[in-house]
Nanobody, 116 residues
């Protein structure tokens, strides 16, 4: 199983970015996919996750970020609007097998920098 995150970059506060996570080796339809981020000097935190039945968001991103999945393309996207400097971090996507509480597969990170 491989995950490839992309779409990071440097933007100004208030702007938007769309991250993509391409999954290969498994059928995305049965897996939960999560987005995590880690800022310098801070612990990794969960941002959002999507399962076949629902999605969840961290309080810090609710109303600004939207997660979506395209099972046909085996891709999960994270639309990030109204970005803030505190959103600056390396963003990772990960896959969790059905009925599992842990994420077994991780992609490499993509840097998101929000700065004026």
């Amino acid at each position: 199983v491989q995950l490839q995150a992309s779409g990071g970059g440097l933007v100004q506060p208030g702007e938007s970015l769309r991250l993509s996570c391409a999954v290969s080796g498994v059928s995305l339809g049965y897996y939960a996919i999560g987005w995590f981020r880690q800022a310098p000097g801070k612990e990794r935190e969960g941002v959002s996750c999507i399962s076949p039945s629902d999605s969840h968001y961290a309080d810090s991103v609710k109303g600004r970020f939207t997660i979506s999945r395209d099972n046909a393309k085996n891709t999960v996207s994270l639309q990030m609007n109204n970005l803030k400097p505190e959103d600056t971090a390396v963003y990772y996507c990960a896959a969790r097998r059905p009925f599992s509480s842990d994420y077994q597969y991780w992609g490499q990170g993509t840097q998101v920098t929000v700065s004026s």
